[in-house]
């Protein structure tokens, strides 16, 4: 089989347990609204279960791609910066989506309550609407390759050979740390500029939109950082970023922080990000250098870290 078509074998389900899920984590529970809370996190935690698996086939076979389709480590850099500026680039889009939402709807500077769950429903409809369309365009634009055209490679790597390979763990280190990072980062400042700041509804859309407004610039920039400085120094100025952010947000405070530092702070945040994580994926290119073939179970074994790694985290976090 084609690996092109072996792409597409998991591309197409996972966009499709992504359409057929996402939307009923935001609805009501369908006929079960009255039932006890653990019958409602059974029920929900299915439809987030289809979805993870549905993201991370997708995710893992557009990654999968980038070794394919150059042998060249700084132009598998600019294809993983391209490919994060589009994913910026959607993600600013579904802040605008909530801002326009929001502040359409918006009665003041009042914060969030239960009965905005129809705003929040709303913008995911209008979400998984346009990735649905660009979804579909992908899938028929694309063209799948043969077998004589990808890059044949002697001496492939197998899936043993690479688990008893110290340099996988290494990577997966790094790549856990940026995406730790990156989707903590994505799921707490909301939470911190609400529950925190007391920040109004329109905050919601505004300072997350800064972070990846930046991120979108950032990745731009990655390249020339990989290329003149190397991923060691690249990775560590995205972490000092990151990390320059953290402690401002430890030490932020007062009416100056919540109306003008804020800004720069996920400015900070954004940056970080987006040096860590592209550099990162980076690094997994590099790993997988000309063996192409193991491109898929790589990157696979990184998301199943970053699944994980993620989850602990967040359950360690909620428990404090």
């Not at 995406?179 to 509804?201: C, D, I, K, T, W």
Request: proline share 3%; charged share 10%; aromatic share 12%.
């Amino acid at each position: 089989m084609p690996r092109n078509c072996t792409v597409f074998l998991y591309f197409v389900p996972g966009t499709l347990c992504v359409m057929g899920s996402f939307p009923f984590i935001f609805l009501p529970c369908i006929n079960c609204e009255g039932s006890h809370q653990w019958a409602q996190l059974v029920y929900y935690s299915a439809f987030v279960i289809i979805f993870q698996f549905g993201w991370a086939s997708v995710q893992i076979s557009h990654l999968s791609m980038i070794p394919d389709l150059t042998p060249n480590e700084h132009e598998r850099t600019e294809l993983t910066a391209i490919r994060y500026s589009f994913t910026v680039c959607s993600n600013v889009l579904v802040y605008l989506i909530t801002w326009l939402v929001l502040h359409v709807t918006a009665e003041d500077d009042a914060q969030i309550c239960p009965k905005d769950a129809g705003k929040f429903q709303h913008i995911v409809l209008i979400g998984i609407s346009i990735g649905a369309l660009t979804s579909v365009m992908f899938h028929l634009l694309v063209k799948e390759g043969s077998a004589s055209s990808r890059m044949q490679v002697a001496g492939q790597r197998s899936v043993s050979h690479l688990l008893q390979d110290v340099q996988l763990y290494q990577v997966a280190l790094v790549y856990m740390a940026a995406r730790l990072f990156v989707n903590l980062s994505q799921v707490y400042v909301p939470l911190y500029l609400h529950e925190s700041l007391g920040m109004g509804a329109e905050s919601l859309a505004v300072i997350p939109l800064v972070m990846f407004l930046t991120s979108f610039g950032m990745s731009l920039l990655v390249k020339i950082l990989n290329k003149k400085c190397g991923r060691k120094l690249a990775f560590l100025f995205g972490a000092v970023l990151g990390i320059a952010a953290c402690v401002w947000i430890h030490f932020g405070s007062g009416v100056s922080y919540t109306k003008y530092e804020i800004y720069p702070v996920a400015a900070l945040l954004g940056a970080g990000s987006s040096v860590m994580l592209v550099t990162s994926l980076g690094i997994t290119a590099d790993l997988i250098g000309l063996n192409t073939e193991s491109g898929a179970f790589v990157y696979g074994a990184m998301s199943f870290i970053d699944k994980l790694s993620n989850g602990v985290a967040v359950t360690l976090i909620q428990t404090l």
